[in-house]
């Protein structure tokens, strides 16, 4: 045999070892020791009381934290995560997917991806960004944004006689991806449009490569796939991934549960009339500080729908976690749709939409603190938070200020995970204006 004959026998009998290590020898030595242990499979109720660990662990500055996941929304990824729970850190979601969606290549790192040390420096670089005064400017970018998209809906209602019929989840992507480009981009908003498409594209292909079995060393062959995922992955940026489709959907889930609350939107738009006035005014930060109705009727739409389902963790040591050893290496995912609808940590009305429950405010809701998990807790919960919170009720109060709304009889209610909570046939709206 040739030496290129011996070369790819060597790589292909290393692929077949590492193959045999990840995904047979390492995820079967993982569940012996949690079998031993008498832990089944994975049930978040047996961590349900271990949410006062995970902050204790975050706190730490360890970065770990913990659930196991069963996820009701999905029944069919289901037996995925059963297999990311019990398989090794190296090939899993936390690393592969968010590699593949949310950061700038193999060895420029985003913020969601990194690790320690290099998480330090980066938080360290971007936090400032996101101090109030740099988000008080931001929110006038915002509402330009959302007047501008507000004048494309007058002009078609205009045309149609007063009356239109608009898909809102898509008209929503745009709004964030607009907002996030010229905050994020600045003047080069157009390199930010470019990223967007990118990032969808990408975020396609993160979610099929997540549903399919991981070889490892396969993505770094010259596949049709991968040549488009490492062009895409060039492409983006983490606040673009973080921060565009989450807040596009909250804003969607928002909208959603205002049309099938009729007696709610007449409420918020009273709110907002007299905090902000009429159809003309654009709402400030100052305005949006007194929007109480509003702002724990988006905390109650983050807990029913929120658009991150699931975060997971790997355990960096050896632990012990409510009496169970979780050995090294255990990916550890937790449920936020499940919490955020177990009855035990929100009472017996965790199913419905209340957001009364946050009259106190989102710690005193539920009978743990951290309950509302949307944007995560601790050390790496998510830097946008306020950022998105301020988007998203400027977006919705202009609205109120502007039309009334309500749900298209073509609406299919179908909430999908595609690693965002999103309404699968869109969101159907329509639309009257205000303006006398
Ligand atoms: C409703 C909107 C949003 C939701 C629900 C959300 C949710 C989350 C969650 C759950 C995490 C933790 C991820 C993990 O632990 O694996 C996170 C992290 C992060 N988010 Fe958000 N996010 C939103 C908006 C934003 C916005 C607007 C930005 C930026 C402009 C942003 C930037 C980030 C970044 C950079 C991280 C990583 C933080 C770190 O690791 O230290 N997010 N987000």
Redesign the pocket.
Known sequence: MGIFAWTVAAVLASWAFNAVVHLVWRPRAITRRLRAQGVAGPDYRFFSGSLGEIKRLRGDGSGLQLDVSSHDFLPIVQPHFRRIFWGTAKHML?QRV?GKTGTVGQNEN?????DSEE?KR??KV?HPA?NMDKLKMMTVTMSDCAQSMMSEWDLELGTKGGIVEIELSRRFEEL?ADV?SH??FGSSYKQGKQVFLAQRELQFLAFSTFLSVQIPGFSYLLTKKNVKTWSLDKKCK??FF???D??S??LTWTMFLLSARPEWQERLREEVETACGGTDEVPTRDMLNKLKLLHMFLLET?RLY???SL???KAGTNLELGGIKVPKGAILT?P?ATIHRDKEVWGPDADEFRPERFEKGASRAAKHPNAL????SG???????N???I??KTVVAMILQRFSFELSPKYVHAPTDVI?LCPKYGLPMIFKSLKV
Not at 110 to 114: A, D, I, M, N
Not at 373 to 376: C, I, K, V
């Open positions: 936390g968010h985003g913020l969601v991806l990194t998480w980066h938080l971007v996101f964030t996030i905050t994020a983490t606040f973080a921060g565009h989450t807040t959907h909250l983050l929120s658009p991150v975060i997971q963790r937790i936020i998990l949307s944007f995560s050390p790496r919960s998510c830097i946008g938070q950022f998105a919170m988007e998203a965002t």
